[in-house]
C-alpha cells in the first residue's frame, strides 16, 4: 500500500551483512534522493542516511546506502544486536508534491 | 541542539474537535518547513502536510486536505495541526519534522499519539 516497496522483513546474526531494498518509480527514486530512517518500537524514526548515501554525524560507518535507477539500498555490515529495528525509505514524489514513504523494514537479529 | 517537542497523547471520541502541538528550540524557526507526518500499523507513514512559518504557506497532501487544519504561531515557535471533527479512521501517530529539503527530514518531534473511539 505504500508508494514505495520494501521487503516487510530482513534477519541476520551478529557480524554479517544485510541489504534492505526500496523500489520505487520515475516519480520519486528514479529523479529524487532517497534517504533512510531507524525507528526503534514507541520511538521516533531516526535520519540514518540522506541524499543516497550520506551519513549523518554519529551514524556508525557499517550503514550505507546506494541508489540506482529507481531502486535503493541500505546495507547494514558487521551486524550488531542493537541494529534490531525498522527501517523506512522515503523519497519525494513530483505527483503527490510531498515525500513518500517505504512501508517499513522489520530487521531482526538471530 | 534543534529540538521538536510535541503535545502528549489525546483520546478523544468521534466528532470531537483536536489541536495538537509541535514546538520548536534551537534554530531560527521562520527559515524551515514543518512537516507533519502520520503512522498507523495499517498504511505506514503517510504525508499530511507542510507549513512556512515564515509566511504560513501551508500545503496538504490530497489524502488529508480539508479533513485537517495546520497552522503556525511564531511567537511561541509553535506549530499544529488540528481537526474539526475527529473520525476513527484519524487515529494514529502523527510526528511533526524538519525538512532539510525533501524527504530528508532532521529531526522528528517525539510524536502524539491520538486515538479515536466511541
Known amino acids: 500500500q505504500s508508494v514505495l516497496t520494501q521487503p516487510p522483513s530482513a534477519s541476520g546474526t551478529p557480524g554479517q551483512r544485510v541489504t534492505i531494498s526500496c523500489s520505487g518509480s520515475s516519480s520519486n527514486i528514479g529523479n529524487y534522493a532517497v534517504n533512510w530512517y531507524q525507528q526503534f518500537p514507541g520511538t521516533a524514526p531516526k535520519l540514518l542516511i540522506y541524499?543516497?548515501?550520506q551519513r549523518p554525524s554519529g551514524v556508525p560507518d557499517r550503514f550505507s546506502g546506494s541508489k540506482s535507477g529507481t531502486s535503493a539500498s541500505l546495507a547494514i555490515s558487521g551486524l550488531q544486536s542493537e541494529d534490531e529495528a525498522d527501517y523506512f525509505c522515503a523519497a519525494w514524489d513530483e505527483g503527490l508534491n510531498g515525500p513518500v514513504f517505504g512501508g517499513g523494514t522489520k530487521l531482526t537479529v538471530l | 541542539e534543534v529540538q521538536l517537542v510535541q503535545s502528549g497523547a489525546e483520546v478523544k471520541k468521534p466528532g470531537e474537535p483536536l489541536k495538537i502541538s509541535c514546538k520548536y528550540s534551537?534554530?531560527?524557526?521562520?527559515?524551515?518547513?514543518i512537516d507533519w507526518v502520520r503512522q498507523t500499523p495499517g498504511k505506514g507513514l503517510e504525508w499530511v502536510g507542510i507549513i512556512y512559518p515564515g509566511d504560513s504557506d501551508t500545503r496538504y497532501s490530497p489524502s488529508f486536505q480539508g479533513q485537517v487544519t495546520i497552522s503556525v504561531d511564531k511567537s511561541i515557535n509553535t506549530a499544529y495541526l488540528q481537526w474539526s471533527s475527529l473520525r476513527a479512521s484519524d487515529s494514529g501517530i502523527y510526528y511533526c519534522?524538519?525538512?532539510?529539503?525533501?524527504?530528508?527530514?532532521?529531526?522528528w518531534g517525539q510524536g502524539t499519539l491520538v486515538t479515536v473511539s466511541s
Open positions: 541524499t543516497n548515501d
Open positions: 519534522a524538519r525538512p532539510i529539503t525533501g524527504a530528508w527530514f532532521d529531526p
Open positions: 534551537g534554530y531560527d524557526f521562520t527559515n524551515f518547513w
